[in-house]
């Protein structure tokens, strides 16, 4: 099994930047992809960006394009989500989601992140 410990979040002010951390433990060799979502408070969860294991090829939500950087540390086993201009719409919790081989995926358990205007 794979297990995420995230790590990162805060409060920040609008246009401050935040990095947030995710370590991948256990059988990561089944990682084919790792992404982040979030979710704000009455709000459905939503994806925010995704890395492919191997390739490193990126996606990102529209919302965030330009601002967010996802990146990967494949020694560490860490998924980084870089969001620089933060603004108060990207307050939320965010998680990170491991897909694995299998069609199986793992969530984190998530991280606050409060942008203050």
């Known amino acids: 099994q794979v297990q995420l410990v995230e790590s990162g979040g805060g409060l920040v002010q609008a246009g401050d930047s935040l990095r947030l951390s995710c370590a991948a433990s256990g059988r990561t060799s089944s990682i084919l992809n790792m992404g982040w979502f979030r979710q704000a408070p009455g709000k459905e969860r939503e994806f925010v960006a995704a890395v492919t294991w191997t390739s490193g090829s990126t996606t990102y939500a529209d919302s965030v394009k330009g601002r967010f950087t996802i990146s990967r540390d494949n020694a560490k086993t860490t998924v980084y989500l870089q969001m620089n201009s933060l603004k108060s719409e990207d307050t939320a919790v965010y998680y990170c989601?491991?897909?694995?081989?299998?069609?199986?995926?793992?969530w984190g358990q998530g991280t606050q992140v409060t942008v203050s205007s």
């Open positions: 989601l491991a897909g694995l081989r299998g069609s199986y995926n793992i």
